[in-house]
Structures are given as structure tokens and as C-alpha cells.
């Protein structure tokens, strides 16, 4: 087959070339006026509003054409060696940092950038850099169609202009939606509905009775709707509970790579409208998360608990069964729940507790040596004086 | 090739569309009166015996027809709402819980159950369920054959009644046994044995050499048999220790999703008959565990580790190298391993301690920056008092 | 197609049926006296030099023709029922250990080995070991060229003697070097770059624009590449910042299974050359490590933090964002790195801290019960002392 031989005769899959040129280069053929971008992205400019501005790189390898920004006070003093054109800083960081860059600079006699980059000055420097990503990043093109080696079982039901890759399989009365896009070796089971625009890179798998939303994009060999852990004890060994549930992510969900979300066991597994999960997470059987909530990488939540909406769980975070954590509350990394924690809060530590008695307690343990000394040193006196009391 | 067009015209891997059906209605075609189920799964009825049950779902998402089961205290008040038309129990809970869940609804009002649900009485209500599930389940059907996109090295060997799905890989002088079913994307490398009605699920990788035993389960992603993690310090960086050891799972282990456990170095891994294993668990060269030991997600066990039977770690725990773990030994969620663990007990924390040592701890380090206080107004008491007797 | 039907007629990919008999047997074909053996990996031999020897195994399953090693004391007793021909060991164990193990064997009057086995006495036990691994390891043969079910991008440039297995996708202006095995169903996104020598086991998932160096290692189900998370908060929900990156993995990288390295947001995220990566480990966007630095299994580094070479971080340490970890560091299992580490030093504990500090704070922490018991005690006294001195 003279399209598995190299060179292919055969069209494949074409380029997200101009994607690639992006990564390598950091710049995209897209140009605009730093003026204009000020105007797309919401911003004054203090500077040559006329410069040309072709890319966001970081304020290291920031190069003339790039805009680059500063949200961490801790960069500050780059602002005197970048290359870049441009960088987007908060007002507070034009009032301060910038000065104090200068001043730096002046100090540190640092190899000077060619030219002081002009500033584009808003209330929201990151949102502004995200946005200014957006607007130069490359279209990632995917082809149109499906590719000959995919196998789609008689009885699935595709949308218009899906992309079906190589070696993909879309299982019985599974229905996609218009725009699909599904990567090479991606198994889709029986009887699930993926919503239009929704991305799939390769290798995930999708087991039976998945239910997927619009505009949802799950990385590399994450497993959604994996069978959970459930099992009796009886007289001898374990009798397993067949987990007959399914799973449901809402609309505009993203889930990293190396992910494992569990179906139910009886009902959904549920993660709400616009909630962001990172990579090597793994999430139980019918837990319930809200909307736009964040779990970031190696995050685990135990078989039934409750995550409210605009909750933040940092890196490593573990959650145990059956508990529920209300809305808007943030917990530090590594942190392990063991109850329920009131909606709006921050917690640290295992078990969580609020984070500035759990900071408290943390300084108090480092200084437990020097207290057990005092109290040895106490228990003496005391001794003494109550001796010389009894003569 | 029409197969690979849509509609399709070629037979491809017919449904799990039995299950699905259950997947999404929780219910399935099969139905039994109450007291024939109380018969199969033993225990007594209290209400009508005569009513049709028809499948099993949870007390919120119960339906008429449906039976749930309430496990845990926490969720008796449901009792008076659920529109379940039976409930599994234990005799306590029938005892108390019941008459409590009436209290309630009478005191809380709440929309009432348009029946009060009919009592399966058993004294492991758990058990009860999981059977119950287990009976009402659709049949979980896999053609047979082999694919003709599968590729079957000349010198495997594969027992009657073998469902293998398309694009599986499975090596030289591998043997499958009977009714073995091997899903999409699956690889099995060279000289691997596999257990009759064992079940790979799609893009599971096993490595050469690994022999897997009857009637296990592998979920989707994980890989088995990878290269651990081996290397000697030289001068300069390290020398790698090729581990040439294999991996060998015995009869009815099951495993989770992403998960990954290690071949030995030399010798073998070993996973004990009736072990089960979660989602994300990593499992390190040359760890030998026993038989029912049950493992949950995001568990990490390093090299050479020993690990009872009837062991439980629970979520997140961690085991170092070269420790030994008891039979009947309980870890409480993110603790750490980090001694040897004699049998039978329950441990906490990091390190590990008895649980009950341990909660003491935790208790008092929330008092710590009291303690300091203390100390520092006793210190202060001393001095002054030293001071009188010193005049 | 007959190559797909069991059994097969076309040519497969043919055995690493040698590697096989090795990992089953622990013997390969190879002979070598002891002599020859201890000349090959440094060292001098007490006993007959003229044994011959086959294997490598461990001291529990060696037979006779094996050579094993004792690197830790914990197994010296060993030495006296193992059925090894030889025995690596260290000088010290040789003066030591030898002894103590004949004594404990008199004691224990274990079932003893036939012949008392020979010592290969060197410096380096551990590396002379991994040596003579590698020394009687099987050669692991792939077969060269590329299998019709591989798809080749058009503009994709393949070295010679490439090994592509059945079913990978290489994508546009993807580059291979020289003898590079790509194993089934791995897919190389475009305009990626692969070093001479470098194997990738099956599932693997490169992204777009991944650079990877000369003789890398990367085990299955590993992705390299995916998407970071990047999300920048907006009046509701998310902006999403695409991640325009790429990943760069320096010369002989090894990298386990079932692990996550995210691209960078801009720029790069990079692995030195020589670093050894475990499995289930996840590297966010714009990591740096530098070389020959080790990763244990299950470690998690959060986006822009910066590893230096040589430093060791064992299972499960957790290091947050943006933070810097000097060369030659050490960080026990499980800890959390929450600040900057100067280079050289070693670390336990959340937050990490000194080992020698959080050890002596772990021993107080066991002793705050007893502590509390202390103060009260203590208090008591001083009011009585106050009361009698106020009479």
C-alpha cells in the first residue's frame, strides 16, 4: 500500500505546520501595530504606539517583534535586559517596577536591552498576555474527513466536517457532533454522544456510555469512564460491584493527559460546565464537580465526594470519599480533605485546616526542639524551688 | 474498503448495547418479585413481597422498580423521600434508622415518596447490593474471532473462543487462553501468557514476558511489565541496569486505569491471586504482594517491598523500598510506609504510626501555638518566683 | 489479509525471543569463567577463579552458573544458603560480612548451600553487578524497516535502519535519526525530531515540535508534549492560554511509563541530558532540569520550576512553581518543596526542610502528648507555689 511506504503517494493527514512554525519560532506571519493590539487586548501604551509587534514570547527569549509581559514582581528587573519590543505590566508595576528596573539596571550595569521596550499598561497583565496569544497563535488545521484505517461501527452517527484520524474506533450508536476532531488511536465505546467542536488527541479512551459536551478537549491517553474500584467483602476474597453508571462532562471541560475520570457505579460521574483538570489526576466513581472549578496535576478525589463550583485544588491535593467542598474554596497544595469544608475558604495541610492556624501550627512544630528544651529546664527549677520550700 | 466508510457494510464488533441500555436507564430488561430476590440474595422482607423489582440505582436517582440499599447512617433521612419501591438495610438500621427516617420526613416535611419503600433485611447490605447489581446486569458480549486488522505473530498461540478486537498486537510465542478478550489498540509482547476469560481493555500495554493469570481484568492504559527503574552511579551520570527480570499477576486480579507496574529487575513482580489494584498506582521492580489485598488509587510502592494479604492502603499511600507489610494491615488515605509494619494493625501519618498514636498527635499539634503561649507565662511565673525567694 | 489470521504467513516482527529465554531463565547463552568475569568488571576473586558463569540472578533464586551481589548488610546472612557460584561484594562485606554470615549459619544451621560460593571482591558492588547484567543480557533485536500498517507522513525524513512496528504515525517534517525503533501504535505528532538510537515503546504520544535527542528511552503510554494548564481567569470563567511551546529532552534521557511532560506555554520545557525519569511522574510547562538528575516515580514538578543536575527527588516529592533546586540536592520520599534549596544539601518533609531539623521534629512531635502531660503537671505546681509564697 503505497501509502504506508515512504515517500507517500497517498494525501495524509496535512500540516499543522503553520502551528509548528509558531513553536519553533515564537512569532506567526500575523503582524500588528502595538496601538492596535493595545485596542484589541483593553490597554494604554506608554511608548511608540507605532512599532510592529509579530509575537508573545517569554522576557527571556523575547525577540525585536515580541510582545512580552511582566505579573510577577519577582521578573521585574528583566524589564532592563529583555529584547522584546514590548511588555504588558500592570499600572501598580509601571508606578514601581518599572523605575526600580531602571534603577537596576543602572546598578547592575547588565548587558542593556538595544531599546527600553515599550509598555502596554492594563489592569490585568495576564489576561492581556493570554489574550495576545490568542490572537497570534497559528489555526491548528485538521483535515476533513475519515481517514481509510478508522473504524466506525454501522451503526454511529457522525456530524459534518469531523476529522477522523487513523486507526480511530467510534463504537455502536455512538453519536459526534459537527466539527468533531478525533487523533489517531482513540477508542470511542458504544453508545456515547460527543458534542461539536470537541478535540480528542491520541490514544484517549472513551469507554461505554460516555457523555461529552461542545467544545471539550481531553489530552493524550487520558480513560474516561473506566470501570471504579468497588468491591464487597464476603467470607472469603471480594465479590465486585459492577459499575453500571456512566459519565457526563459538561460543556468546554479541558482535561490534561495520563487522566483517569471513573464512571459510576449506579448513576453519573459529573464534572460541570467549564471546570479545567490537569494532568495525572484520577477521579472515583460518581463523584459531582462543578463549574469552572480548577484541579490541578496529580490531584485525587475519593468515590463519591462533592467539589462546589470556582473551587481551586492545587497540585497533588487529596480528597476522601463522601465529603463535599462548597464553592470558592481554595486548598493548598499537597493538602489532604477529610471533612467537609464551608464554601469561600482556604486550607492547607492533612487533615486541611484553615490556612493561617495550619501556618501557626507549621512554625510552632519547627520550634518544638527549643520547647521540649524549656520545658526540661522548667520542670527542673520548679523541682528545685519546691525543695528549698519544703526546708 | 467499506468497512471503514460510514454507514459501514462490514460486520464490525456488535454491542455492549445491552449493557448501555442499563447504563443509561439503570434498568434492565430482567425483573424479579421482592421475595424471589430476598431469596437469591438472602434476607427477610418487611412490606410487600409480591412488588416487581427491576433493576438497582441509587436512593436519589431510584425509580419505581428499582431497589437501593442505605450503607451508611449518614443517609437514613432518604429513606423517607427516595422513590426506590425497596430498600436493602441491615437490622440495625431497620431498628433505628427507619423510625428515624419517619421522624424526620414528619419533622422536615419533605416531599414525601409517593409509597413508603418496601425493607430487604440482611445483615450485610453492602454484599446484598453488590449481588443485586450483579443479578439485574446486561450480559457484557464481545464477538468472537480476531479482527483481520489485528496482528498475530506466526508463533502465538490463542485458545478457542478468543474475542480480539482490531489493531490488537500480540507477540511471538504468546499464549491466550480461552475466551480471552483483547480490545482495540492493545499490545502483548513477546512470550506472554494469558489466563482464560481474562479481559484487556483498549490501549492496555503488556511487556515482554509477563504472565497474567485467569480471569483478570486491565483496564484501559495501564501498562504492565515496563522497565523499572534501575541504574548504577559511575564517575559520570549512571549506568543502566537492564531489568530482565518479568511480571506474573495471578487469577482474579483486577486493575485500573493508568496505572503502571514495574517487571523485575531479576526475578519477578508478583501480584497475589484476588488483589485488586486502582486507578494510578504505581508499582515498583520486584514487589511481591499477597492475595486480597486491596489497593486504591494513586498508591506508590517502591522496590522490593513486601506487602501482605488482605492488606488495604488507601488512596494516595505510599510504601519505601524493602519494608515488609503484614497481612490484614490497614493504611489510612497519603500515608507513608516508611518501616517494616507488623500484621493486623491500622496506621496513620508520615511516617506511618498506630492510628491512634497518631490522631493523639494531630490533636496536639493543633494546640501547639497554645502550648507556646503557656510555656512562655510559666517561664515568666518561675523567674518571678525565684526572684521572692532569692530576697 | 493472511498476515492478520492466526496462524500467520507473512513475515512479523521476529523475536526478542533471546531477551525471552533470558528473562525466563536468568541465563543467557553466553559462559565466562569468574576469572575472566572479575577481569571484565574490575575486581579480584577469593575462591575458583575457573567456575563457570551463565547468569546474573537474585540471592534468593540464584542457581548453580549464576553470579548475584549483596550491596546491603541487611542480606548478609544470605550468603550462607544462597546456591549462587558467586557472590559480588564489597571489601568491607568481605572482611565483615563473609564471617558473620558463616557464623549466623552455624547458629541458624540454615539448609546450606552445596559449595561455599566464590566472592568477587570490588569497590563497587552495585555498579560491577549492573555491569554483568549487561555483560550476559540478550541482545534485543528489532527488525529494520517500516511494517505497510505504519502511516508516513509525505514530508516525514526516516534515517536508515529505522524499526517502525505496525500501526505509528509520523507526522509531517517529522525527522528520525539513524536506528531509531518505534514501537506499535505510537504516534509522533509533526515537525519533531528524533535522535539516533532512540526507542519508543508502544502508545508513546509525541506532540508537535518535541525535540528528543540520541539513545532516549521513553516507555509506553508516556506523553511527551501535551498541553499545560494554562488558564487565565476572566469576569466568568476562563481564558484559555494556548500553549505555543515545545519540549526538548536532551541525550540519553530515560523516561518510565505512564508519565507526563508538558510543552512549555512559550518556550521550552527541558530535560538535561542523562536525566533518569520514573513512571507516573508529571513535569509541567517550561520545567527546567538539568543533567543526570533523578526522578523517582510519582513526582510532580509544577510549571517554571527549575531542577539542577545530579539532584535526586525520590518517590512522590511534590516541588510548587517558579521555584529553584540547586545542583546535588537530595529530597526524601513524599516531601513538598515550597521554597528555593541551595545546591549540595539534603531535605524531608512539607514544607521541605533539613533532614536533621525534621527529623529531630518528627521525634518531638511523637513526644507532644507526653509534653502536654509535662505542662499541666507543671502549671499545677507553680500555682501552688504562688499560693504557699502568698501566705
Known amino acids: 500500500m503505497a501509502k504506508n511506504t515512504k515517500p507517500s503517494k497517498k494525501p495524509s493527514p496535512p500540516g499543522r505546520g503553520t502551528l509548528q512554525r509558531a513553536l519553533t519560532t515564537g512569532q506567526s506571519q500575523k503582524s500588528l501595530t502595538l496601538g492596535e493590539l493595545a485596542h484589541r487586548l483593553g490597554g494604554k501604551v506608554v511608548g511608540n504606539k507605532g512599532i510592529s509587534i509579530r509575537g508573545v514570547m517569554t522576557i527571556d527569549e523575547a525577540r525585536e517583534g515580541d510582545i512580552t509581559f511582566i505579573a510577577n514582581e519577582k521578573y521585574s528587573k528583566k524589564l ?8 504588558i505590566v500592570s499600572p501598580e508595576f509601571q508606578a514601581v517596577g518599572a523605575t526600580l528596573a531602571v534603577a537596576q539596571k543602572n546598578r547592575a550595569g547588565a548587558s542593556p536591552a538595544p531599546t527600553r521596550p515599550a509598555l502596554l499598561v492594563t489592569e490585568n497583565p495576564y489576561l492581556a498576555f493570554a489574550r495576545a496569544v490568542d490572537l497570534f497563535k497559528p489555526e491548528e488545521i485538521h483535515p476533513k474527513g475519515i481517514h481509510p484505517t478508522a473504524t466506525i461501527c454501522p451503526t454511529a452517527r457522525l456530524g459534518q466536517e469531523v476529522s477522523i484520524y487513523p486507526r480511530v474506533f467510534v463504537g455502536e450508536r455512538t453519536r459526534l457532533g459537527e466539527r468533531v476532531v478525533i487523533m ?27 457523555i461529552i459536551g461542545k467544545g471539550v478537549r481531553i489530552h493524550s491517553n487520558t480513560v474516561i469512564g473506566s470501570s471504579g474500584f468497588g468491591f464487597a467483602p464476603e467470607e472469603e476474597g471480594y465479590f465486585p460491584i459492577h459499575q453500571v453508571g456512566n459519565t457526563i462532562l459538561e460543556d468546554e471541560v479541558e482535561i490534561g493527559a495520563n487522566t483517569t475520570i471513573q464512571r459510576g ?45 470556582r473551587v481551586i485544588l492545587a497540585g497533588g491535593v487529596g480528597v476522601v470519599g463522601h465529603v463535599t467542598v462548597g464553592d470558592d474554596v481554595k486548598v493548598g497544595a499537597r493538602s489532604g480533605v477529610t471533612n467537609d469544608l464551608p464554601s469561600g475558604g482556604t486550607y492547607l495541610g492533612y487533615p486541611a485546616e484553615p490556612i493561617k492556624k495550619m501556618r501557626r501550627t507549621q512554625v510552632a512544630m519547627h520550634r518544638l526542639p527549643a520547647m521540649m528544651e524549656l520545658l526540661r529546664s522548667l520542670k527542673k527549677q520548679v523541682a528545685e524551688i519546691e525543695e528549698r520550700l519544703s526546708k
Do not use: F, M, W
Open 80 to 87: 532592563a535586559t529583555t529584547r522584546a519590543s514590548a511588555v
Open 265 to 309: 457505579a449506579l448513576g453519573a460521574t459529573r464534572i460541570g460546565r467549564g471546570t479545567k483538570i490537569g494532568s495525572q489526576v484520577q477521579i472515583a466513581h460518581n463523584v459531582e464537580i462543578g463549574e469552572n472549578t480548577l484541579l490541578i496535576g496529580q490531584v485525587g478525589i475519593a468515590g463519591s465526594a462533592k467539589i462546589g463550583s
Open 184 to 210: 489517531p488511536n482513540v477508542y470511542v465505546g458504544e453508545d456515547c454522544q460527543i458534542g461539536e467542536d470537541t478535540i480528542l488527541y491520541p490514544n484517549v479512551v472513551i469507554y461505554t456510555g460516555t
